[in-house]
């Protein structure tokens, strides 16, 4: 292969060596910026007025979201009633078959001897 006559001058770059200085870095890929750089801030200035504002505003939320706990416990008690019903009922069913199979067992013991 034959070089060019660019190339073979001293002091120049080859062609890929130029390619190479024309290869751009996109902009996400640059040092981090931050996301806040086109965001206009705005300065708070919060008044004793404004924080019990605030605070009366964080108070009846939390207010609501314990009401809602609390319909949620009562909700929880019904189920909690209701598993023990469930529990009652599977222990007399279950007592009631294994007693069924007792007399069944004894009967046929009692008929053979």
Not at 2 to 24: D, F, M, V, W
Not at 98 to 104: E, K, M, P, Q, Y
């Amino acid at each position: 292969m034959q070089l060019t006559a660019r190339a073979q001058r001293p002091g120049r770059c080859s062609s890929a060596t130029e390619n190479l200085h024309k290869i751009y870095i996109p902009r996400n890929t640059r040092a981090i910026s931050s996301v806040y750089d086109s965001a206009i801030m705005y300065r708070m200035d919060w008044t004793d007025e404004r924080m019990d504002d605030f605070r009366a505003d964080v108070d009846r939320r939390f207010d609501e979201v314990y009401r809602r706990f609390d319909a949620v416990d009562r909700r929880l008690d019904r189920l909690g009633d209701r598993f023990d019903a469930l529990q009652r009922t599977l222990l007399l069913t279950g007592g009631g078959i294994v007693a069924t199979l007792i007399a069944g067992i004894v009967s046929v013991l009692v008929t053979q001897l």
